[in-house]
Structures are given as structure tokens and as C-alpha cells.
């Protein structure tokens, strides 16, 4: 089992940035990584993902705002988050695919972190 966690959420006014963090315990650059959200009384949606090969996937909400990338000597997983909104206001999880080696088109999530808050105010 691996242990992820993430960092680097905060508050931010509208039209800001942050950048967040997801250190997993073990090597997980051959598995898709994604991260996710969750905001009060809505469901957790899919925000970004990458796959060992270097593909990714983006939601449509966060298209051109948002850049997922790892850096695989650190075991690190970051999401950039630009021109920030208040409807980005979540909880954001970073996961690992349970398999390996799927491209990200296959990409499916079963470890999950205990998530880090962002905040952002109009």
C-alpha cells in the first residue's frame, strides 16, 4: 500500500495560484497518477491525470488553468493551479492507479491521500 501526501493547498483571492504537492512512500513513476476534488455537498470529480508514459488528461473546467506533472526522482506529483476561481474552492486528493502501466486513456484510481484544502475567495 502506498502512502500518499499531499500539500501546498491554502486561500488565494481570485485570479491567483498555488501549486500542490503529493509525496507517495513508494517509486510510482510506472502508475497513472491523478488528482482529484471535493467540494461541500458535491461529489469528488476527476481533475487531472498522468500516466507513467507522460500523456495526460485534464477536466474540461480546469483546461488551460491547471498543469499536472511528477517528477519521478522524488516520487512527487504536483498540480500548478493558475488564474484560480472561487467554484476551484475543494478538498484536493491526489491518487495512484491500482495497476501499472496504463496509459492514461485506461487510467483507473484506488489509493488515495487524506487531501489538502484550497480556498478561493472572490
Known amino acids: 500500500q502506498v502512502q500518499l501526501v499531499e500539500s501546498g493547498g491554502g486561500s488565494v483571492q481570485a485570479g491567483g495560484s498555488l501549486r500542490l504537492s503529493c509525496a507517495a512512500s513508494r517509486v510510482s513513476t510506472i502508475y497513472c497518477m491523478g488528482w482529484f476534488r471535493q467540494a461541500p455537498g458535491k461529489e469528488r470529480e476527476e481533475v487531472a491525470a498522468i500516466d507513467s508514459f507522460g500523456g495526460t488528461r485534464n477536466a474540461p473546467a480546469v483546461e488551460g488553468r491547471f498543469t499536472i506533472s511528477r517528477d519521478n526522482d522524488k516520487n512527487t506529483l504536483y498540480l500548478q493551479m493558475n488564474s484560480l476561481k472561487p467554484e476551484d474552492t475543494a478538498m484536493y486528493y491526489c491518487?495512484?492507479?491500482?495497476?501499472?502501466?496504463?496509459?492514461?486513456?485506461?487510467?483507473?484510481?484506488?489509493?488515495w491521500g487524506q487531501g489538502t484544502q484550497v480556498t478561493v475567495s472572490s
Open positions: 491518487a495512484r492507479d491500482l495497476f501499472a502501466w496504463r496509459r492514461v486513456s485506461g487510467c483507473s484510481f484506488d489509493n
